[in-house]
C-alpha cells in the first residue's frame, strides 16, 4: 500500500508544479487549400508538458529503487 502512495505523490506533484511545456519538434507543411497551391505554408510545433517528463521519470527512478531493494532483500 505504501508504493501506490508513493506513486501517487510523484504524479500529482508534477501535476501541481505546472511547469509548463518543451517544444520536442517543428514542423513546416504546405497550407491546406487553396493557399497551399500559392506557395504558403503552415508551422505546427509538437510539445511534452514538463510536468509529464517529471512524473515519467520519477516514477521510473522509484522503480529502480524498489528493484535494487527486492534484489538485496534475496
Known amino acids: 500500500m505504501n508504493e501506490l502512495k508513493t506513486v501517487g505523490v510523484i504524479a500529482s506533484s508534477a501535476a501541481a508544479a505546472e511547469l509548463g511545456t518543451i517544444s520536442v519538434a517543428t514542423i513546416t507543411s504546405s497550407a491546406p487549400g487553396v ?40
Not at 497551391?37 to 517528463?53: C, D, E, N
Not at 521519470?57 to 535494487?68: E, F, P, Q, S
Open 35 to 74: 493557399l497551399g497551391v500559392l506557395g504558403f505554408t503552415t508551422t505546427t510545433t509538437v510539445a511534452l508538458p514538463i510536468a509529464g517528463v517529471i512524473a515519467v521519470t520519477g516514477l521510473i527512478g522509484y522503480g529502480v529503487y524498489k528493484g535494487i531493494q527486492a534484489a538485496r532483500s534475496n
